[in-house]
């Protein structure tokens, strides 16, 4: 038996201090009564109304344990994909996969590459699963596919590229998609996360099933939070090689995606007109509202995705704007921990909150000008 000081404590692992714990988007302003969150690009319509139904009527046998294997979800899902529902795995929230995929095909003496403003929760679960997490320079706020390959060393097992990538929007188009998995090694995994794939405009765009289908070494990563309103439910999920899809399963959490949240993905998935109807929202007030930024003075780039990443050119500015944005009870996101302290990330919400949202910014920049 080993002597230990009286005061000694147990002690996480050194890298897992160095990570910064993800910080959500805000939700609450002190002293307002009506706040409008447009800080976590969730569905400004909510849930559809079949699946609050669903949930409704499942609460009441939420003593019963969910199926563990989600197989009516993913059935559901490949139904409205076209998928191989033995080729899908369900996950709490995509978030979820994330960490797994991580853990599987990482670990302590492997590299990780990621774009250099993609979604932090790859370096969270890269570096908590031991891995070194190496950032890719963009051009233009896009994924450079020659910098991810330049980036890549001969211990890397996983490179992650969301597409539309959050926060900046911006899209890659299959051929560069390509690209970029011909020029990987095939030990090398490529993460799609398509997190926003059903707000995509651009002609020709495909989330992923594509690559997927042709090799072994390609997962496409999807979601309920988005376009289907269900972010509280925590609800993600992915579609791979089986080998790839064996091995999630097998270190899973048993019952990860719950009850509730299964009977309302399901029904969701089946609600119509609700994805063509929020997308059309969208491509319209995105455009309008970056239009109308734009003729505030603030720069708003392009996006594919729910959200308009705004530069307003330096961090002061930007602080003194998400002020002002929470002295009229809008909540948006900041951008400092994507190294984009200059900008913030607004949702596209309703009608009513992108009329405040300009409002709030044309009102800000003519003080700044005056």
């Known amino acids: 038996m080993t002597d230990a000081p009286k005061s000694a404590a147990p002690q996480p692992r050194p890298a897992v201090m160095t990570i910064d714990a993800y910080v959500p988007g805000g939700a609450k302003v002190a002293a307002v009564n009506r706040v409008l969150k447009l800080s976590a690009n969730e569905g400004p319509f909510?849930?559809?109304?079949?699946?609050?139904?669903?949930?409704?009527?499942?609460?009441?046998?939420?003593?019963?344990?969910?199926?563990?294997?989600?197989?009516?979800?993913?059935?559901?899902?490949?139904?409205?994909?076209?998928?191989?529902?033995?080729?899908?795995?369900?996950?709490?929230g995509s978030d979820e996969l994330i960490q797994h995929i991580c853990h599987i095909y990482g670990g302590p003496g492997t590299d990780i590459v990621m774009s250099m403003h993609g979604f932090t929760m790859y370096q969270i679960a890269g570096t908590y699963a031991g891995s070194r997490v190496l950032k890719a320079p963009e051009i233009n706020l896009t994924t450079h596919v020659?910098?991810?390959?330049?980036?890549?060393?001969?211990?890397?097992?996983?490179?992650?590229?969301?597409?539309?990538?959050?926060?900046?929007?911006?899209?890659?188009p299959e051929s560069e998609m390509q690209r970029l998995r011909d020029g990987l090694r095939p030990d090398i995994l490529l993460v799609l996360d398509s997190a926003y794939a059903e707000y995509?405009?651009?002609?020709?765009?495909?989330?992923?099933?594509?690559?997927?289908?042709?090799?072994?070494?390609?997962?496409?990563?999807?979601?309920?939070?988005?376009?289907?309103?269900?972010?509280?439910?925590?609800?993600?999920?992915?579609?791979?090689?089986?080998?790839?899809i064996d091995a999630i399963n097998r270190v899973r959490g048993v019952f990860n995606v719950n009850f509730i949240a299964q009977a309302a993905a399901v029904?969701?998935?089946?609600?119509p007109g609700w994805v063509e109807m929020n997308k059309a929202h969208n491509t319209l007030w995105r455009a309008k509202l970056s239009a109308a930024l734009e003729k505030a003075g603030v720069t708003a780039h392009p996006t594919e995705g729910n959200f308009i990443l705004t530069d307003f050119g330096t961090a002061e500015r930007a602080s003194a704007m998400d002020a002002f944005f929470k002295?009229?009870?809008?909540?948006?996101?900041?951008?400092?921990?994507?190294?984009?302290p200059h900008c913030l990330r607004i949702t596209v919400g309703t009608d009513e909150e992108c009329g405040l949202v300009a409002e709030a910014v044309s009102g800000f920049m003519a003080t700044q000008n005056g």
Request: aromatic residues 6%; proline residues 8%.
């Open 267 to 271: 029904a969701a998935l089946a609600e």
């Open 146 to 172: 020659d910098s991810m390959l330049g980036a890549v060393t001969p211990e890397t097992t996983i490179v992650f590229v969301a597409n539309p990538n959050n926060p900046t929007g911006s899209l890659l």
């Open 200 to 244: 995509v405009e651009a002609p020709g765009y495909n989330a992923g099933e594509r690559m997927v289908d042709e090799g072994e070494n390609t997962i496409m990563l999807r979601t309920f939070s988005k376009i289907f309103g269900l972010g509280g439910m925590r609800v993600g999920w992915g579609y791979g090689p089986p080998a790839i």
């Open 327 to 340: 002295s009229r009870g809008i909540i948006v996101r900041g951008m400092g921990a994507y190294d984009l």
């Open 46 to 92: 909510g849930p559809p109304p079949s699946a609050r139904e669903a949930a409704a009527k499942a609460a009441a046998e939420m003593n019963r344990y969910p199926d563990g294997g989600s197989v009516e979800l993913r059935a559901a899902i490949g139904a409205r994909f076209g998928l191989d529902p033995a080729r899908i795995v369900c996950g709490t």
